[in-house]
């Protein structure tokens, strides 16, 4: 649990790092790297944050361990611990649009940018806001991405573009729904935790198994 949840920390604090840099107008052309950085950190801290979920219990399952052969706290304790039960109500769709650039940029590759004038890195650069990233009847689990030829003639309509937003923006707005996501999902956690650690026999085996802390 403290591994996962130091590199979720850690990953939001490169992310935050690389912000200073977007801020500063400092990301440079061609690639604008550090604005790629910010996109791929704040998503790499879902898939962290996945793996602290099987750490301790399961995100939907009624199974008590969803993977692996390491006993996760919920088989220690001998307990069900299901973090997210309201997963589609209340989570999936936030996770979803935070995730999706870092999605892009591993499956399908970086966003096409577009400048107001049509010249090539004169201006800020825009691409197209996360929630308009992919095929609408893409499937979930096997999201497919506008391709670049796809991306250029939907900014040069434009009744489309208000389906951009500029690259720092972007970055910005990827760090502030991370952050509340996470914040949100920690406060699950400990709920969670409060709940089942409570019980002073199921606190004695955490705390042996777990830490070593033998009474």
């Given at each position: ?35 790629l950085n ?40 001998h307990?069900?611990i ?6 589609h ?13 870092r ?12 400048f ?13 806001d ?36 500029s ?30 650690l ?18």
């Amino acid at each position: 649990m403290a591994e996962r949840s130091y590199e979720i920390y850690a990953n939001l604090c490169d992310a935050l790092d690389e912000m200073k840099v977007v801020e500063k107008g400092q990301a440079k052309e061609p690639r604008y790297r550090a604005c790629l950085n910010v996109l791929r950190y704040v998503g790499d801290t879902f898939h962290l944050f996945d793996e602290l979920t099987d750490v301790i219990g399961t995100r939907t399952s009624r199974l008590r361990q969803r993977k692996g052969a390491r006993q996760n706290l919920a088989t220690i304790l001998h307990t069900d611990i299901r973090l997210f039960p309201d997963w589609h109500a209340n989570w999936k769709s936030r996770r979803d649009e935070a995730i999706a650039y870092r999605n892009m940029l591993v499956h399908h590759g970086r966003p096409w940018y577009h400048f107001e004038k049509d010249d090539e890195f004169v201006g800020t650069p825009y691409i197209l806001d996360a929630k308009h990233c992919a095929y609408s009847g893409s499937r979930a689990d096997l999201r497919e991405f506008l391709t670049w030829g796809e991306q250029r003639d939907l900014f040069k309509d434009p009744k489309e573009r208000s389906r951009f937003i500029s690259l720092p923006e972007a970055c910005a707005s990827s760090c502030d729904k991370t952050t509340t996501w996470l914040n949100d999902g920690y406060g699950r956690i400990n709920t969670k935790l409060d709940r089942v650690l409570s019980a002073p026999q199921k606190f004695a085996i955490y705390k042996a198994q777990c830490w070593g802390v033998v009474p």
